[in-house]
């Protein structure tokens, strides 16, 4: 057990809808980032916060959003959705926010399915 | 594109063997990193390797660095079933925008 939680661990919906994925980081943990991870693409960075500031950005969509709350708690939210978001996300959270320079400890993550 | 290929793709092995996976790279970095994931779940921690570092060990596993020919080994000895599962490099590039690059892995089995 990492000590990061995701909620939901599934998550089934339809195209155009829009979801909220939430993730817990480890106590003590500052910084938490979001990943995607597909059969076709792999693992891809999505976005990162530290300390409830946006502090790196990669991968990610327009149609999806992230924020950090004052707890350190984060969601991802993802709207109009379409058929090719199916995937597994994840959530990852590390004490500091140099990427790289510390080791990110992954939460069970959450598979969402675009019918 | 992806910044870490690991080779490669499939490794299959007996229980007791040594299994070695391999991580190139294209630009470079500050750090590299291996992280295990059993199949659907999160990925684990191994190792942080840092660029000035050329080998490190933890338990089991021997992590190398060439920076010169921008690749890196991980090495598994006495390898066991509990083993089986897909391995990742990644790495922190330098000079680039902050994020970790991970390859598409070396997935690992290990038969009993």
């Known amino acids: 057990d990492s000590g990061v939680t995701q909620t939901p661990k599934h998550l089934i919906t339809a195209t155009g809808q829009r979801v909220t994925l939430r993730c817990s980081p480890r106590?003590?943990?500052?910084?938490v980032y979001w990943y995607q991870q597909s059969l076709d693409q792999g693992l891809q960075f999505l976005i990162q916060?530290?300390?409830?500031?946006?502090?790196a950005k990669g991968n990610i969509l327009e149609r999806f959003s992230a924020q950090q709350f004052p707890d350190l708690h984060s969601e991802l939210n993802l709207s109009s959705l379409e058929l090719g978001d199916s995937a597994l996300y994840f959530c990852a959270s590390s004490v500091g926010g140099r990427v790289g320079h510390n080791e990110q400890f992954f939460g069970p993550g959450t598979r969402l399915t675009v019918l | 594109s992806q910044q870490g290929e690991e080779d490669p793709q499939a490794l299959s092995i007996q229980e007791g063997e040594n299994a070695t996976m391999n991580c190139s790279y294209k630009?470079?970095?500050?750090?590299l990193q291996w992280y295990r994931q059993n199949s659907g779940r999160g990925l684990v921690h191994l190792i942080l390797?840092?660029?000035?570092?050329r080998e490190k060990h933890s338990g089991r596993l021997r992590v190398t660095l060439d920076t010169s020919k921008k690749s890196s080994s991980l090495l598994i000895t006495a390898s066991r079933a509990a083993d089986t599962a897909s391995y990742f490099c990644a790495t922190d590039l330098q000079g680039g925008s902050e994020k970790l690059v991970f390859g598409k892995g070396t997935k690992l089995t290990v038969n009993p």
């Open positions: 106590s003590g943990d500052l910084s």
């Open positions: 390797i840092r660029s000035n570092e």
């Open positions: 630009t470079s970095i500050n750090n």
């Open positions: 916060y530290y300390n409830g500031e946006e502090r």
